[in-house]
Each structure stands twice: as C-alpha cells, then as structure tokens.
C-alpha cells in the first residue's frame, strides 16, 4: 500500500547542528503512530519538516507519492495534512467560530454555510458549541488544545500530526481527549502523535516511533520498541 | 437587528447628517479643515486595515499618499493626462510599490517591518527633493486643480464620497473570508498557515490594498492642494495618521477614521497654543496606548453603551389593568 505520507533520508541542519539525520519514515492509511524521544531529539523538527513549517535541508517528502518538501504549509493543508502544535497556536483574538472557519473557507470552493455546519459539528464534537461566540484566548489550556484539534479538523485531513496533545493537560482531560483520538481513529484518520507522555501515547497507538539524537532509533510494535535495550539506553538511561 | 446595530445604526445615521450639513453650517476655512480631515480619515482607514487588521506595522502610507499625488499631478502637468485617469495610474503604481515592498518585506515582523518602512518612505521623500527638475524639490510642484470653482464645497463632497466609498469596500472586504484570513495572519501566521491560509497571498494583498486606498487619497487630494511638496509624506505626517488612529482605535476601520476626524479638528481649534498641542496628542497618544490599545473612541462608545444599558428605567412599568 502507498504510504500516506513518507519521509526519506530527512536532514535538517541548523547552523553546525544537525537536528534531524538522514530520517526515513513512513506512515500508512489508517496507523496511528506515536513519536517519541527525549528532548532535543528532533521530534518537533521532524513534523515541522514533514507539514511545511520548516524546509529540509536535505531529503524528500511526499504525500500520496506526490513530492512535497519546500513547499508552504498551506500546500500540505491542501494535500489534506493537518497538525496542532506543541505550544497551542491559536487566533486568541478571534471567536471559536472564527478559528474554525479560518481553515473551513480556506479550503478551495468552500462556502461559508457548510463551512459553519461543519464548524458546529466538530465543536458540538468536542463539547465545545456552546461557547462559539467566545474569544479563543477566554478558553483554559485544554479547551485550548481541544479547539486546535478541531481547527486542524476543518481541513478534513486524512492525516494529523499532534505534536504534545497532553502536555499541560489534567489527566480528566487526557483520557478526553485520547478518546476523541480513538473515535477519529476510529472514522478511519491517520495520526502521528508526540508526547512525552509514554503511559498515554502506549495506551493509545499501535506503531511507536523512537527518535534520539536526530536519528530514529527503533521503529515497531508498541511491546517490542518499549523493551529495545537502545531505546531503554536512549530514552531512560538504563 | 440587535440592539448594538441599531445604535450603531442611528449612530451612523446622524453622523451622515452632520457630515452632510457641515459645508451650510461653516466658512472656507473650516471647510478646509474639514476637507483635510476627510482626506486623513481615507489614509487613516487605510493604515487601519494594514495594521489593525492583516497585523502589518507600516510606517509607508503616507509615502503612497505622496505617490498617488506626484503621479497623478506629474501626468497632468507634463504629459496632460486627464486627471481621472492620472489619478488611476497612481494608484495603480502605488498597487504595483506596495506589493514590491510587501514582497521585499515578507520576512520582516514588528520593528524591523516598520523601520523598513520608515526608511522606504524618506528614500522616496529624498528622491522628491532632489529631482527637482521634475518635482520641483521642496519649492513646490504646481498641479491642475480638479474643480475650477472659487467655492470648497465640491471638493468636501467628493472627498465625503471618497470616504463613504472607502469604508464600504473596505467594510465588505473585513466581512469577507479575505477580512478573516487577514486576521488570521495578524493572529498567528504559524496557525493561519497550518489552516491552509496562503500567507505570502494574503500578506501581499494587504500591502497592495492599503498602498491603493493610500494612493487615491493622495490622488485627489494632490488636485486639491494643487500645489505638491516632499513633505506630505514624511514621517511626521505618518506619525499624525499613526496617532489618528491609534487614538480612534486601530483595529476597527470606523474607529479609526472618527479618530482621523477628531484629531485634525482639534489640531486645528487648538491653534492658538501653538507647539503645546502636540504636546498633548502626545500625551493623549500615549495614555490610550497605555490604557486603551483598542482606541479612545472606541473605549468611549463601549463605556457609553454599558451606561445605557444599566441606566434604570426613568418611569417604572405600569401594571396591566
């Protein structure tokens, strides 16, 4: 099956550092994909090459085969590749509404009355519909993730990279909004998600994804990447 | 309609009246100033619309305002292009500059952004002065007026038109998927990009839609004056639009041109004081960005719609009988 989206020999220098080495990935319809490693491992860097936010200095993207890397994020958003990001980005000054029409009228022929149905579904969705006339930057920290996820959601992506979904999260709100990632998952979305939160991110995919030093380092079943001796030396130490 | 538009509304409504009656009720030389008030009320929307809006801090408008003026006044007086259609290619020129500098600018936010332009603007007010043979420096280039009239009033009610006409386009295009993607950018680029907002786009739209608005003020107000030096576009008069708006209140196009409005009328009621007026926009400049970064005008509308609504009422209900 042709992955979905594939990263190959992804490199991403800044300056005398190499932040992503020569990284190889592959995501199919369907997976959901935890990505891990400690800090400073290249996690972010390598969504932010694989979504347009950043261009790679050396290697390829592609989306459904179609060659990608360089070009804007707003090509990927196109190409139907949503993300969230690790510190929330939203329109603070904006209404809940407004933040998801943003993506809803930016899609091409998209009209503002189905754009605003389909807002109300992923709000009422995220339990967040009665508060659309409300400035995002009135919202807590997790009602604030939840209305990145559904802004991410406006662009009915086939695939979405969250990057840290739980940080700063209680726990209440972790297992909600895990389980909106199940339900998603569920409707058939490809995810690729970074945390730190390993008990989550084990709970919740089926392929984990470990990064160290720029490299990816293990690459499998939840069971066997978590008792890989290089990933236990990597991540913990041991 | 809700009760806030009904006042906004009735608001409108009087102030149409007003700006009406105006030229019946003073002399030439409030007309004047009241001319000019319309003319800064144009510019000041158009920063508005930059910097308020779509988020980009731009020092240049009244450096489009001088080149919608000099290529208006320019082609009529040498190459005796009707005026209408001079006043087009200014603004079709500062269209074509603004998005150059949009473009030159992509990378730049914040202070870099405006000291950018800053600098582009006293580049273009420098070429002004020194190629005087064209310009005629800083003695002045003498122009066609658009009216040959001994009276103001045609030119306050074009200039009253050209503001109507302004805040109406400029009003659809904020109500407009346009309005909310420049939001967006102002927001958040990172967000609005990830939103599949094409920002390089829409960054360049907004520089080339303020750089016009600026253009055809300048336009027509160069034929007004008829009489063009470098100076319109200086960074003084940039920061008097800057100060107009901000004390109006930058992020709302109404706001701001009401800001332009009462600023340059109270420039001119304050004559007598000389310098010590500046002093006190100054000071006014900087307690509304201190306290009220939305505006004055806009933090006074607010406070007075909060008084009406928890006035009591004067006469309690009567009981049905």
């Known amino acids: 099956m042709e992955p979905l989206i594939e990263a190959r020999g992804l490199t991403k220098r800044f300056g005398g550092i190499v932040a992503v080495n020569g990284l190889d990935l592959a995501v199919h319809p369907g997976e959901l994909v935890g990505l891990i490693g400690p800090n400073g491992s290249g996690k972010t860097t390598t969504i932010n090459m694989m979504t347009g936010h950043l261009r790679p200095s050396a290697g390829e993207v592609y989306v459904r085969g179609t060659r990608a890397d360089g070009s804007p994020p707003s090509r990927f958003a196109a190409l139907k590749v949503g993300r969230t990001f690790q510190i929330t980005q939203l329109f603070s000054r904006m209404t809940l509404m407004e933040n998801m029409l943003v993506p809803g009228l930016a899609r091409p022929h998209s009209h503002r009355a189905e754009a605003t149905r389909q807002a109300r579904l992923h709000l009422d969705f995220l339990g967040l519909a009665k508060l659309e006339t409300l400035q995002a930057r009135h919202l807590s920290g997790g009602q604030q993730k939840l209305l990145e996820l559904g802004r991410a959601l406006m662009l009915d992506p086939d695939i979405l990279f969250l990057d840290e979904p739980f940080a700063g999260v209680n726990p209440f709100l972790r297992d909600e909004i895990i389980a909106l990632i199940q339900k998603l998952h569920a409707d058939g979305r490809t995810f690729v998600i970074v945390d730190h939160d390993i008990e989550a991110i084990q709970r919740l995919v089926n392929r984990l994804v470990v990064m160290a030093l720029g490299r990816k380092i293990a690459d499998g079943a939840v069971d066997d990447v978590s008792h890989d001796p290089e990933v236990l030396r990597a991540y913990a130490g041991v | ?321």
Request: aromatic share 12%; hydrophobic share 60%; proline share 3%.
């Open chain 2, 1 to 321: 309609m809700t009760g806030k538009q009904l006042r906004q509304a009735a608001l409108l409504l009087v102030a149409a009246a007003v700006a009406l009656a105006f030229p019946g009720m003073v002399n030439n030389y409030w007309l004047s100033v009241g001319i000019t008030a319309l003319f800064y009320a144009i510019v000041a929307a158009s920063w508005a619309l930059l910097v308020g809006y779509a988020g980009q801090f731009s020092f240049g408008q009244m450096a489009f305002v001088s080149m919608g003026a000099y290529t208006s006044g320019a082609l009529a007086r040498y190459l005796d292009v009707p005026i209408p259609l001079g006043i087009l290619a200014g603004i079709a020129l500062c269209a074509l500059t603004g998005c150059g500098i949009g473009y030159i600018c992509l990378r730049m936010r914040g202070p870099y952004l405006a000291l950018f332009t800053v600098a582009f603007s006293e580049v273009f007010r420098i070429i002004l002065v020194s190629e005087a043979e064209v310009t005629g420096g800083n003695g002045g280039l003498e122009i066609p007026p658009l009216f040959h009239t001994l009276s103001d009033k045609p030119y306050y009610y074009l200039f009253l038109a050209l503001l109507a006409g302004t805040l109406i386009l400029m009003g659809l295009l904020v109500r407009s998927r346009w309005g909310l993607f420049f939001r967006a950018i102002r927001e958040n680029e990172d967000a609005a990009a990830a939103a599949g907002v094409k920002v390089v786009r829409f960054r360049l739209l907004a520089f080339m839609i303020a750089a016009s608005f600026a253009g055809l003020a300048g336009g027509f107000f160069g034929h007004y004056v008829a009489i063009l030096t470098p100076d319109i576009g200086s960074v003084d008069q940039m920061g008097l639009v800057v100060a107009m708006a901000v004390i109006g209140g930058a992020e709302s196009l109404l706001a701001a041109t009401a800001g332009a409005i009462l600023v340059e009328f109270l420039l001119e009621a304050l004559r007598a004081y000389s310098e010590w007026r500046l002093v006190l926009f100054a000071v006014v400049l900087l307690l509304t960005v201190r306290f009220a970064r939305n505006g004055l005008l806009a933090l006074a509308v607010q406070s007075a719609a909060r008084l009406v609504r928890r006035r009591p009422a004067a006469v309690p209900a009567r009981e049905p009988v």
